[in-house]
């Protein structure tokens, strides 16, 4: 069965620099959500988006942002980087209402480390 | 938010069952009961889900108190492969429902 996909998977980025971190949600999925992961942290969630709107946001700097595209795929951008930023960012899809409540499906994550 | 209470650690043999408690003594009426997993190196990944009965799927059981102020998460037969944090959850019923992570139980299996 498809399965969430991030891209990239690892991704060096020096200090100040910009970032860019894709995910494709399982198909027929209408929502996206983004976690944060530190060293030795649980994950903490950003941000998510439910039919290409934004539905709710968590601890997300305001360095980042992100969107959701026409086919439902999902950018978090990241500006203005700091060491801080080093994490694991995992993305996830969930099915429309009455399909499977309220389960949610991650991707395998893009480790991002500043340098 | 309501909140969960879970042990940071156990341990088990391999083969033999694991129960992996939860206190959620806060739960609200409309609140569901989630549990979820994240293996080493991997994406955290759905584990099984209850309102008030008990629920078997293929990888665990969930057994839910009367009160719904606790729940255990059984593995049957705890395998090597299950060694991992595994996180107790409660979802409200509003749709577009974050998933809040708390500390979760980190379990080791013993060969």
């Known amino acids: 069965a498809a399965g969430v996909i991030q891209s990239p998977r690892h991704l060096i980025k020096e200090k100040r620099e910009t970032a860019t971190l894709k995910c494709y949600p399982i198909?027929?999925?209408?929502?996206v959500y983004w976690y944060q992961q530190g060293p030795g942290q649980d994950p903490q969630f950003l941000i998510s988006?439910?039919?290409?709107?934004?539905?709710d946001k968590g601890s997300i700097p305001d360095r980042f942002s992100a969107q959701q595209f026409s086919d439902y795929h999902s950018e978090l951008n990241m500006s203005s980087l700091e060491l801080g930023d080093s994490a694991l960012y995992f993305c996830?899809?969930?099915?429309?209402?009455?399909?499977?409540?309220?389960?949610?499906?991650f991707g395998p994550g893009t480790r991002l480390t500043v340098t | 938010d309501a909140k969960t209470t879970q042990p940071n650690s156990m341990e088990s043999n391999e083969e033999e069952p694991v129960h992996l408690p939860c206190n959620h003594s806060?739960?609200?009426?409309?609140?569901?009961i989630h549990w979820y997993r994240q293996l080493p190196s991997q994406g955290p990944e759905y584990v099984i889900h209850?309102?008030?009965s008990n629920v078997n799927n293929r990888m665990a059981s969930l057994a839910i108190a009367e009160d719904r102020k606790s729940s255990t998460l059984i593995l049957h037969r705890a395998t090597l492969r299950d060694a991992a944090v595994y996180y107790c959850i409660l979802f409200m019923m509003d749709r577009d429902d974050k998933i809040i992570f708390g500390k979760g139980t980190r379990l080791h299996i013993l060969p």
């Open positions: 806060t739960i609200s009426g409309t609140d569901y």
């Open positions: 198909p027929r999925h209408d929502t």
């Open positions: 209850g309102l008030t």
């Open positions: 996830a899809s969930s099915p429309p209402p009455g399909t499977s409540p309220y389960e949610q499906y």
């Open positions: 988006f439910y039919e290409k709107m934004q539905s």
